[in-house]
């Protein structure tokens, strides 16, 4: 009898650890850092593939012609269900309650499936709304910091009663800063990601007039979701402000 006790109470025990270190990680930090298997992506890009050289299209979402380039062309996984090119949605797409959107790049080139990251990208859309609350409570003022890049400053978040969120690159794992442009639009800073990958890169530097976000996605699964674009200024990576 004791004995049973006993196992009840560690039993117990285990049961209450774990659920006290769910509390300490919520569900959308786990989501952001977890890691999706290559397979889904691989076997996404064979049935696009095969779609394209029999249909001669792709499977995309209709999208607005001013959706940033690394949200625009979502793949449709129901069209691809309905013409009975995917059997399963992976576990992992949004479609699915996942973390990620499947999209495609080099639409006209070479078509790529690459993720965007949804937890990141509500995130930023969290800061957005309530960058948009304060300007219209004071009269279009923005909460802005320091200047980081030409253009773009760092966000003031006592002023918008929020702590500075915790935004861990999907290429790095490192915490990236937010930032915003005169209009107030809030955009993740990948500074950190650049200088990483374009120092270990071999060869030739990128030109002056290359787009650095390229490299990021050339060399992941994922996408540079709510980036600016960033050209080598002096050697070092800099945002530049859409015109």
Same mark, same amino acid.
Request: net charge negative; with cysteine; glycine share 6%.
């Given at each position: 009898m004791f004995r049973l006790k006993g196992a009840m109470s560690a039993l117990l025990i285990a049961i209450m650890a774990?659920?006290?270190?769910?509390?300490?990680?919520?569900?959308?930090?786990?989501?952001?850092?977890?890691?999706?298997?290559?397979?889904?992506?691989?076997?996404?890009?064979? &049935?696009?593939?095969? @779609?394209?050289?029999?249909?001669?299209?792709?499977? &995309?979402?209709?999208?607005?012609?001013? /959706?940033?380039?690394?949200?625009? @062309?979502?793949?449709?996984?129901?069209?691809?269900?309905?013409?009975?090119?995917?059997?399963?949605?992976?576990?992992?797409?949004? +479609?699915?309650?996942?973390?990620?959107?499947?999209?495609?790049?080099? +639409? +006209?080139?070479?078509?790529? &499936?690459?993720?965007?990251?949804?937890?990141? @990208?509500?995130? $930023?859309?969290?800061?957005?709304?309530? $960058?948009? /609350?304060?300007?219209?409570?004071?009269?279009?003022?923005?909460? +802005?910091?320091?200047?980081?890049?030409?253009?773009?400053?760092?966000?003031d978040y006592t002023k918008l009663s929020l702590n500075e969120p915790d935004i861990r690159s999907v290429f790095s794992g490192q915490t990236l800063g937010t930032m915003m442009d005169a209009k107030g639009l809030v955009y993740v800073d990948y500074g950190i990601d650049l200088t990483q990958v374009i120092t270990k890169q071999e060869g030739a530097k990128p030109g002056p007039e290359q787009d650095l976000r390229e490299i990021l996605v050339a060399n992941s699964d994922f996408v540079p979701v709510k980036s600016a674009a960033y050209y080598l200024v002096n050697g070092e990576p800099q945002a530049a402000a859409n015109k």
């Open positions: 774990t659920a006290l270190s769910g509390c300490l990680y919520p569900d959308d930090q786990l989501e952001q850092n977890q890691r999706p298997a290559k397979d889904s992506i691989l076997n996404v890009q064979t &049935i696009v593939d095969q @779609y394209q050289k029999d249909t001669g299209l792709l499977p &995309i979402q209709n999208s607005k012609p001013d /959706t940033p380039m690394y949200e625009k @062309y979502l793949v449709d996984f129901d069209k691809l269900q309905r013409m009975q090119y995917i059997s399963d949605i992976p576990a992992n797409a949004f +479609e699915k309650g996942g973390s990620y959107y499947y999209l495609i790049i080099n +639409e +006209e080139t070479d078509p790529t &499936i690459k993720l965007m990251n949804l937890v990141i @990208y509500q995130r $930023i859309n969290d800061i957005q709304n309530s $960058i948009k /609350t304060y300007a219209g409570k004071n009269g279009g003022k923005l909460p +802005e910091g320091d200047s980081v890049y030409p253009g773009f400053k760092r966000i």
